[in-house]
């Protein structure tokens, strides 16, 4: 009975090939656009509740500058799900991206709301936990991996830490910025190095 059912569950492993990534970073990067476009409504509408004195000047322009790296912010979380699918063994559909790619746009309206309410520290520090909370725990319904859904929330959590240092730090964003890109590139070159191709499958390997 075991080995049936072991049997069963290895049949159901996806399949990573290189069509799959393929169309997985089109995917990504499409979405992370659409995001990109909603969140500037956002941004809008932001400017829009400024002019009726609903949100003060300084707030709103930590706001904008927060809503300048949406698309960065979309594009690397979904694409260290992509990898995380690699590295785990575990498969996301492309409504559960999707889902997540609107909680991800999400964070920037709710900012909005409670910034009007609250220092916008304060705003920022609830909406990065709830945010980092529900996909957190969404991953975690859908893998059914600690580790996963562990890895999900560091990734969140640094992102949104360096997004609001970034905000906050004005003249340097520009030299920090391009410092974080140049890490994240020799990271991604590092990762490369470790993803092999066997029996025409994506894996991760040791070195």
């Known amino acids: 009975m075991e080995e049936n059912e072991e049997k069963m569950v290895n049949s159901c492993k996806p399949v990573f090939t290189r069509q799959w990534l393929c169309v997985r970073v089109l995917f990504v990067t499409v979405v992370s656009l659409f995001m990109t476009l909603v969140a500037s409504g956002f941004d809008a509408l932001a400017f829009g509740r400024k002019e009726e004195f609903l949100l003060k000047n300084e707030v709103f322009d930590l706001l904008s500058d927060s809503i300048d790296f949406c698309f960065v ?6 694409m260290s799900l992509v990898l995380m699918e690699i590295a785990y063994r575990r ?3 492309y ?7 609107c909680a ?21 520090a609830t909406v990065v936990t709830m945010t980092v909370t529900l996909i957190t725990w969404y991953c975690k319904c859908i893998t059914e991996n600690r580790g996963f859904s562990g890895l999900v929330s560091v990734v969140l959590a640094l992102e949104y830490g360096l997004v609001l240092t970034l905000v906050y730090i004005g003249s340097l964003a520009l030299l920090i910025g391009s410092l974080l890109i140049f890490v994240l590139l020799c990271v991604s070159m590092f990762l490369s190095l470790r993803l092999k191709m066997e029996n025409d499958e994506f894996l991760f390997k040791k070195l």
Do not use: D, S
Request: glycine letters at 2%; one cysteine or more.
């Open 95 to 101: 409504l559960q991206y999707g889902l997540t790619a």
């Open 104 to 124: 991800l746009c999400m964070f920037y309206l709710l900012l909005l709301a409670m910034a009007e309410k609250m220092p916008f520290w304060l705003a920022y």
């Open 73 to 78: 912010l979309i594009f690397v979380t979904m």
């Open 91 to 93: 498969c996301l559909n």
